[in-house]
C-alpha cells in the first residue's frame, strides 16, 4: 500500500534524507501537532492505582509516522506542502519493526473498557474534526527513522520550476523508478463538486 507524506522545502535536510537514505521520521507523539494527542478521558474505576502511569510510559515508547491516505487533499497541501508550492512522497513501508494503522475518528476521546494494547490503541485515535486528514499512522518503538521504498514524487501547483528539476535529479539518482509527476488543478480533491468555472 502506497501512502504519502506532505512535505515543504523549508527543511532541506528532511526532504534530502527521503530519497538519500530511504527513511522518514517518527516523532514522540508530544511533539504533534494536535493538543490532543495521546488523551482520553475515561469511566470512573475503570483502572487501579499505578495504571496510569504505566499507560503514560507506554505511550512514550512509540513514535509515530503520520502518513496521508490520498496524494490529492487540497487542504493537506496547504497544511503541510508549503501552501501547494512543496512536495508529496508517495512511499511503501519496508520497515518490518512497525505496525500500520489507520487513524479512528471519534466524537469524543472516551475509554469505557480496557483494550488490547491500550497505549496504541489511544494513540490511534483523534477527534472527528481531524478526519479531513485521512491519516495512517506507523508505529516505532526505540528508533525515529522508518525505513520505506520510495514510490512517487508529487509537485504542487505552486511548486518553484527550480527546485522541482533539483529534486527530480535528486530522487531519480537514489531512488529508481519512481514516478515523478505535477498534481493537476483537476486532480485536487476539493471535498465537493466544482461544476463551474469561472
Not at 507523539?29 to 488523551?39: A, I, T, Y
Request: proline share 3%.
Amino acid at each position: 500500500m502506497v501512502l504519502y507524506k506532505y512535505r515543504d522545502f523549508n527543511n532541506l535536510e528532511f526532504a534530502l534524507d527521503i530519497f538519500i537514505n530511504q527513511r522518514l521520521f517518527a516523532a514522540n507523539f508530544r511533539s504533534l501537532n494536535d493538543p490532543m494527542e495521546g488523551r482520553f478521558v475515561y469511566t470512573k474505576g475503570l483502572f487501579r492505582p499505578g495504571d496510569l502511569m504505566e499507560i503514560r510510559g507506554s505511550k512514550a515508547r512509540y513514535n509515530i509516522l503520520s502518513l496521508g491516505q490520498a496524494s490529492n487533499n487540497m487542504l493537506m497541501w496547504s497544511y503541510y506542502s508549503g501552501g501547494h508550492a512543496g512536495f508529496v512522497v508517495g512511499v511503501e513501508i519496508a520497515d518490518d519493526n512497525t505496525e500500520v494503522e489507520p487513524v479512528q475518528y471519534v466524537e469524543e476521546l472516551r475509554l469505557d473498557e480496557v483494550q488490547d494494547n491500550l497505549p496504541k490503541y489511544i494513540l490511534s485515535r483523534k477527534l472527528r474534526l481531524w478526519d479531513h486528514e485521512q491519516e495512517y499512522r506507523v508505529f516505532k518503538q526505540n528508533d525515529n527513522f522508518v525505513r520505506v521504498k520510495v514510490k512517487e514524487l508529487i509537485f504542487g501547483l505552486k511548486t518553484d520550476s527550480n527546485q522541482k528539476e533539483m529534486l527530480t535529479k535528486i530522487a531519480k539518482q537514489f531512488c529508481p523508478g519512481i514516478e515523478v509527476r505535477t498534481i493537476d488543478r483537476d486532480q485536487l480533491d476539493t471535498g465537493e463538486d466544482l461544476d463551474n468555472e469561472f
